[in-house]
């Protein structure tokens, strides 16, 4: 389907922040922003949820802990009782002092990674992705918003006439297929 | 944006513009190099590849080309292991704990000394692969099942713990690294001319575009690794010194060990970053975003955790005495005032007084005096270690084993190889990586910087 994207470049975090405000309390769907550092306090003015990143995490790490602790307990009391100075380990409860450190660090590896990995994955950010922003200056000093014309219940020109006095730098307007 | 208190000093100084400060981070990679760059390069070079060949020479030869003897299983190779270990405690610090704790003036330095933490385990890792003696088994350290029955790795000990320590303190710092990278990859890329650059810098940057939800989750997993590599930081150096605490060597046996260690860590880290800062703040023209005030932060790490080991010493001392075990009392009588009291006395000096003198503002303060004692606390800090091992070990219960321990040349060669390679690496990354957290110092331009902080309207509630 054919569609109209807008993209307004400002040169300040503040200024693109007051304007998206102006436009959203307009009834205008802003569908991204692109820029190059985070922009603090933007998320919930063009509806951008929190992530679950966190939980995910913590979920990683929980299985890092099991896997670390069902694999000590098999190598160390059920396979084979190793014998240290005289004292094998029968139990696992009892020894636990022991597999302490490896059942941190494995909760650590698993959880850190595990998210790191969701992350990239979630974000399509790969090796060999092809970058998406639409100017190269968004990744140094330009802040772009976009605003797709097929999200909007007003018309192109209701659009422009809000944008007017928002401060923008430059407008660029593309057709897509 | 954050407003913070006029008094204090800005953390980026000059009139910057975002702008300004992508071109002062890019430029010195897109520039050609200069002269000193491949004079110090071709140096570290030669260096590491000495040190490449004479690990060649010992994996060919076997670990008796080292200076141990039947008395000293344990000298120059694990002090050369817990040195760089604790040098690859400060990068994961300042990004991790710093982060945790908003101090913003990590974000000159974080990048700059992650990537020396890596480099610095990388070395660490070395010695214990080397003094396997047949590298090509290594794999064995992992939980295989074994061929010749069901005999597994040993998870009680100290030494496995470090396995798992090391690799995973290694690889997290790593992700953490380069997750932050990413986007400043996309910097460079965008901004990149030659094709080969465009191509490379575009395969680094994993298609970065800058979205707002990837923001809010970047900003998230940061957060997230900084509260994971936290307790790991602590962990890493507390299970090295598991190695030793764990044993029954007077001398080794101490319950103090674990905090000491990681204060020692944190002290020599903080010193290496100073030592490569202070250079490369001036080679590449970075002194508006890292001055003498973030120094002088440094420094009071380098003090506070210079005190911590000190104390330490002392305590130690007072404990072997207090003790009445009289042999904790000869290990540390014997370094005092034994063959190695030189080595006892160059570590007193090095960390206990040389810490102190950052008391004195103007000496905090001057650039010149910390790159001074930043190279005196590193080699007080390898003193330390290497005063911990031989020292106990060399005159042990039967005093017919007594023992000296001499390094070979191979020894010499392998430690001197691992500087080399270390410099090799890091100046690799100060000629093709963004030197400076990019994304994360353009956040703090307006609250910290000093143009903005100067102008009137700057304290006027918004």
Excluded at chain 1, 59 to 83: D, P, Q, S
Excluded at chain 1, 153 to 170: A, H, N, P, Y
Excluded at chain 2, 333 to 340: E, Q
Aim: net charge positive; aromatic share 14%; glycine share 8%.
């Amino acid at each position: 389907m054919a569609d109209k994207i807008i993209y307004a470049m400002y040169g300040d975090d503040e200024v693109l922040k007051s304007s998206a405000k102006k436009l959203v309390s307009n009834g205008i769907k802003i569908s991204e922003v692109y820029s190059p550092f985070p922009i603090h306090g933007i998320d919930p003015i063009i509806g951008v949820k929190g992530t679950r990143l966190g939980i995910m995490a913590f979920l990683y790490g929980l299985t890092g802990l099991t896997l670390a602790t069902i694999g000590m307990r098999y190598f160390m009391v059920v396979e084979w009782k190793m014998n240290i100075g005289g004292k094998p380990n029968f139990s696992y409860v009892e020894n636990i002092l022991a597999f302490i450190p490896v059942s941190f660090e494995f909760t650590v590896l698993c959880a850190a990674h595990g998210m790191a990995i969701t992350y990239l994955l979630l974000n399509r950010t790969l090796p060999g992705m092809k970058a998406q922003n639409p100017d190269p200056r968004t990744t140094d000093d330009k802040f772009v918003m976009e605003i797709r014309l097929s999200d909007q219940s007003v018309g192109e020109d209701k659009i422009d006439e809000l944008l007017k006095d928002t401060g923008f730098e430059e407008l660029e307007k593309k057709i897509t297929e | 944006m954050q407003k913070e208190a006029a008094i204090r000093e800005p953390l980026i100084l000059g009139h910057k513009t975002y702008h300004d400060v992508t071109e002062d981070v890019c430029k010195p990679i897109e520039d050609k190099a200069p002269r000193m760059w491949y004079i110090l390069f071709s140096i570290a070079l030669v260096i590491g590849l000495y040190g490449v060949g004479s690990i060649c020479y010992l994996l060919g030869t076997g670990i008796g080309v080292w200076g141990l003897n039947k008395t000293i299983g344990w000298a120059w190779d694990i002090t050369n292991f817990v040195w760089w270990v604790g040098i690859g405690h400060a990068g994961t610090l300042i990004s991790a704990v710093l982060l945790l704790f908003r101090q913003k003036w990590r974000m000159a330095i974080n990048r700059s000394a992650e990537a020396m933490t890596i480099f610095a385990v990388f070395m660490a890792g070395t010695f214990p692969l080397i003094h396997m003696g047949r590298l090509w088994v290594g794999y064995w350290v992992l939980p295989l099942p074994n061929h010749f029955g069901s005999l597994w790795v040993n998870f009680n000990s100290p030494l496995l713990w470090d396995v798992f320590a090391i690799s995973t303190y290694l690889s997290v710092s790593l992700v953490f690294w380069y997750i932050g990278l990413i986007p400043d990859f996309a910097t460079i890329r965008d901004r990149a001319k030659k094709p080969v650059a465009k191509r490379m810098y575009s395969i680094l940057s994993f298609g970065w575009s800058g979205k707002a939800k990837h923001w809010n989750r970047f900003e998230l997993v940061s957060l997230v690794l900084a509260g994971l590599a936290t307790p790991l930081v602590f962990s890493v150096h507390s299970i090295v010194s598991f190695d030793f605490a764990t044993s029954v060597i007077p001398g080794w046996h101490t319950t103090i060990f674990p905090p000491y260690f990681v204060a020692g860590a944190v002290f020599s880290g903080f010193a290496m970053v100073q030592t490569l800062l202070l250079v490369m703040r001036k080679a590449m023209k970075l002194e508006a975003y890292i001055h003498t005030k973030h120094v002088e932060y440094m420094n009071i790490v380098i003090m506070v955790t210079g005190s911590i080991v000190g104390t330490a010493y002392i305590t130690e001392l007072f404990i072997s005495w207090y003790s009445g075990v009289e042999y904790e009392a000869y290990a540390f009588l014997n370094r005092a005032t034994g063959p190695y009291w030189w080595a006892y006395w160059s570590m007193m000096t090095c960390n206990v007084i040389s810490p102190q003198l950052m008391w004195i503002r103007k000496l905090r303060r001057s650039l010149l005096f910390t790159f001074f004692i930043s190279i005196i606390v590193n080699i007080g800090m390898w003193f330390e270690r290497y005063v911990i091992i031989v020292t106990s070990i060399h005159r042990d219960y039967i005093p017919a084993a007594w023992s000296m321990h001499y390094p070979s040349h191979i020894d010499i060669a392998v430690y001197i190889g691992t500087i080399g390679l270390f410099f090799t690496f890091f100046l690799l990354f100060a000629r093709y990586f963004p030197v400076l957290a990019l994304n994360e110092v353009k956040t703090i331009l307006k609250g910290s910087g000093q143009s903005y902080k100067e102008s009137p309207d700057y304290h006027k509630h918004h």
